[in-house]
């Protein structure tokens, strides 16, 4: 019996059933050849498919490398040479999280750990050790929200150091791809208030943000892995993780802003700041609330 992957006879689609050309239907667009036999060669291809290894993903990668030139030549109309936006994002994300896995919480013991402003370790806090705090409620806001979860917050105080620290990474580790999204609307509401005159589209503000994050976190996977590669300390590696991370707002975002948005220096500087602001802002939103979070649920 013939496999049921094998086209018809007389070259017909298996999907519509209509006349097919050598690889793809030209009526529906299905790829005419099944994705059947070993395993590894499969595995190749749909990678291959997925990042457009035939150039595409090099080509995107190289135009990211200047900034801004990525997101001008694709708002230019230049599309199909070029991974989509969102597509290079995941990308980028998929890659961050990966170097990220070799990341494990420090040892408890050398800090005076404290939880919503209590210490946790050894009472009185030892002088010389640094301290470390989960969800200091600073704000009115987070102070009623600590009222409001008391009873979770008390409970985690009673949990070994360790443990506590343990689940914390491995918790940041779950929920902070899905948080850093968040990002990204955030910065394009920004780029529209600020180049709110120059008639661009929020879609092509957007186009930029993904861009910029993106740029972002190949950079920041790239410090990461190249730390870990020459055995750099946790404090040497996370230090290096912010430096790049600020590097890339103060030199990588004016830049491209210049490039995209064509002002005058003085006022692509001005707006990158704000842009840089918005972005802390932002940050200590989705990051303190994805901490809080994880906090809770332990």
Same mark, same amino acid.
């Given at each position: ?19 097919? /050309? ?14 059947? $036999? ?38 230019? $109309? ?49 002088? /010389? ?34 443990e506590i620290l343990d689940a914390l990474f491995s918790g940041l580790r779950r929920v902070l791809p899905g948080a850093l999204i968040f ?18 589209? *929020?879609?092509?503000?957007?186009? *930029? ?21 020459? /055995? ?8 290096t993780y912010v430096l790049t991370g600020l590097l890339m707002l103060l030199i990588y975002l004016p830049l491209a802003l210049h490039r ?16 840089? *602001?918005?972005?802390?802002?932002v940050a200590q939103l989705v990051l303190g609330g994805a901490m809080l979070l994880v906090t809770l649920r332990l």
């Open positions: 019996m013939d496999d049921a992957s094998t086209p018809p006879a007389g070259g017909s689609c298996l999907n519509c059933g209509r006349p097919a /050309g050598p690889r793809f239907c030209g009526h529906c667009g299905q790829e005419i050849e099944a994705r059947r $036999g070993p395993l590894l060669p499969l595995l190749r291809e749909i990678l291959a498919d997925w990042l457009s290894l035939d150039g595409t993903f090099l080509r995107t990668l190289a135009a990211l490398l200047r900034p801004g030139r990525l997101t001008e030549r694709y708002l230019a $109309g230049r599309r199909t040479a070029y991974l989509r936006p969102f597509r290079l994002y995941l990308v980028a994300s998929l890659l961050l999280f990966s170097s990220l896995l070799s990341l494990r919480a420090p040892d408890a013991g050398r800090y005076n750990l404290y939880v919503a402003g209590q210490l946790v370790t050894e009472s009185p806090p030892v002088k /010389g050790r640094p301290n470390l705090t989960l969800f200091q409620p600073k704000s009115p806001f987070d102070r009623w929200l600590a009222r409001l979860r008391a009873a979770e917050l008390e409970r985690l105080r009673d949990q070994p150091p360790q990002f990204v609307p955030f910065l394009a509401l920004g780029l529209k208030l600020l180049y709110r005159r120059s008639g661009v589209l *929020f879609v092509d503000h957007l186009i *930029f943000a993904l861009h910029l994050q993106s740029a972002l976190f190949f950079a920041l996977a790239g410090s990461w892995l190249v730390c870990r590669l020459l /055995g750099a300390s946790l404090f040497a590696s996370l230090l995209v948005y064509r002002q005058r220096r003085r006022w692509t500087m001005l707006k990158a700041l704000l842009l840089v *602001f918005i972005y802390s802002q």
